[in-house]
């Protein structure tokens, strides 16, 4: 038998590593280089990033159609030329703002010119990575048989980890030499590299000559694939869903409440992990301890997150349960880990009073590890709810509802993120008149969303199980 599955699967890793080095390089930025230059604020830094997640949600409503349409081949293609040329438009904000402020344009709606233009910016990458995850999980149901989805998808999915994992070692030395406008740039360059080897690579399975008949044999084992080669190889002939039609299923409603409750998490800590080490402790990110301390969190992310998703297969093969049984049983795990982060705050406050360096920073250290563990289970959970797409729908509306689901994470993370930046900002100008658990201030701000990024999984656990108890696959 080939392999070359793997082969697309590590395109899919690359491309979600360069999706999130992308996304990673302002948070990288803002605290340290850009809020300086242009007096942001954390509400300031919180509606960019609200705006990119919304802007991000209502693109992944039609992305998914879009990739079903256009197939996955010229849709990734160009959803990732798209948001490599928003990433590349970031570099230009600081010339614009100056010209903008010699025209006389200074604020609008409250909101100043440096921020209105990284709003474009911002707008111009949701709209092309908003492509990203309906391609990547199509072609895993297209190369992947049922059993392994859940752990390809976990593959491909830790390259968020990875791209979190490198941004920190590469973003802020860039930046602290070349000027952040370059790390943009340079960072934004890599996904035109990528669109050179998807060109020369993909295909589908079927028509793929990499693709031997026992690889092929493999991928079609289940009956998924028997249905996609019984009904031919183009994706015209395969039947489509309706928006209407989705939204009236349960298991379209699993999958909205699985990602909305949830992948908020996951997107603050990817925007404002950063600045809390900065804020909490002293530690920017061009410094050597807080490039180790975000290289660390996402080092655990990566390789935990990645043995987690071997779970699923476990249920499946050694105790017998269908692939959805299995699934559940290892979300409930999975769901369990981001309580983790009920620590991270108590675990901060003890550390940013200590007067020994050393110790200041193994304080820091321990509240990465207990971050980094959090989100490995947000990372396991989230390739098995990718997954659950893929075992209860058919391949031809696979990007459809990662669309929806996708959209559903976009309105989750708008809410964590807006909120963040308001709440941030407001429990620092109110000092001790702001109190929660024992805390006061702005670590009492990062205690309330600690708090609601612990119990997010099992609250969003128990809405998927309650509305699909059992597997149910769906008929067209």
Not at 333 to 343: D, E, K, R, V
Request: net charge positive; proline share 3%.
């Amino acid at each position: 038998m080939s392999n070359f599955r793997w082969v697309i699967c590590a395109l899919l890793f690359f491309a979600t590593t360069v999706n999130y080095l992308d996304r990673q390089v302002l948070s990288l930025t803002w605290k340290d280089f850009i809020s300086p230059e242009f007096g942001w604020t954390d509400n300031d830094y919180g509606t960019i990033t609200a705006v990119f997640s919304i802007i991000y949600a209502l693109c992944n409503l039609f992305a998914g159609k879009f990739i079903d349409k256009l197939g996955t081949k010229k849709g990734y293609l160009w959803a990732i030329f798209i948001w490599s040329l928003g990433a590349c438009l970031h570099a230009g904000c600081g010339v614009g703002t100056s010209a903008l402020k010699a025209a006389g344009f200074v604020a609008m709606m409250g909101i100043t010119a440096s921020v209105w233009l990284f709003l474009a910016c911002r707008a111009v990458l949701a709209l092309g990575e908003a492509g990203n995850f309906p391609a990547a999980i199509k072609v895993t149901a297209e190369y992947f048989p049922k059993k392994d989805r859940a752990f390809a998808t976990s593959i491909f999915n830790s390259g968020s980890s990875v791209g979190a994992l490198a941004a920190p070692l590469t973003i802020p030395i860039i930046a602290k030499f070349w000027g952040w406008e370059m790390a943009f740039i340079v960072i934004g360059a890599l996904g035109f590299v990528w669109m050179g080897f998807w060109v020369w690579l993909y295909k589908k399975p079927a028509e793929n000559p990499r693709v031997n008949a026992a690889e092929l044999k493999y991928i079609e084992s289940d009956e998924a694939g028997e249905e996609v080669k019984a009904k031919g190889e183009g994706e015209g002939e395969e039947k489509k869903i309706s928006y209407g039609k989705a939204f009236s299923l349960r298991q379209t409603w699993s999958l909205v409440f699985g990602r909305f409750l949830t992948d908020g998490v996951w997107w603050f800590f990817l925007f404002w992990t950063p600045g809390y080490f900065s804020d909490q402790f002293g530690y920017k990110s061009d410094t050597l301890e807080g490039m180790v301390l975000i290289f660390s969190l996402y080092a655990i992310v990566t390789f935990v997150s990645i043995g987690l998703c071997k779970i699923p297969t476990y249920m499946v093969d050694k105790r017998g349960m269908n692939a959805y049984e299995g699934r559940m049983v290892a979300m409930f795990i999975f769901a369990c880990f981001p309580l983790l982060a009920l620590g991270a705050q108590p675990l901060g406050v003890f550390g940013s009073a200590l007067a020994v360096n050393m110790q200041k920073f193994l304080a820091a250290m321990g509240v990465a590890v207990l971050i980094g563990l959090a989100c490995a289970g947000h990372q396991a959970w989230s390739a098995n709810v990718y997954s659950v797409v893929g075992d209860m729908f058919p391949k031809s509306t696979i990007g459809t509802l990662t669309g929806i689901a996708q959209f559903a994470a976009g309105c989750g993370s708008f809410m964590v993120n807006k909120c963040a930046g308001k709440l941030f900002t407001y429990a620092a100008d109110k000092g001790d008149a702001f109190a929660f658990c024992g805390y006061t201030g702005k670590p009492a701000g990062y205690m309330v969303l600690f708090s609601y990024c612990a119990v997010a999984y099992i609250i969003g656990w128990c809405f998927m199980k309650g509305l699909v108890p059992h597997y149910k696959k769906v008929e067209l």
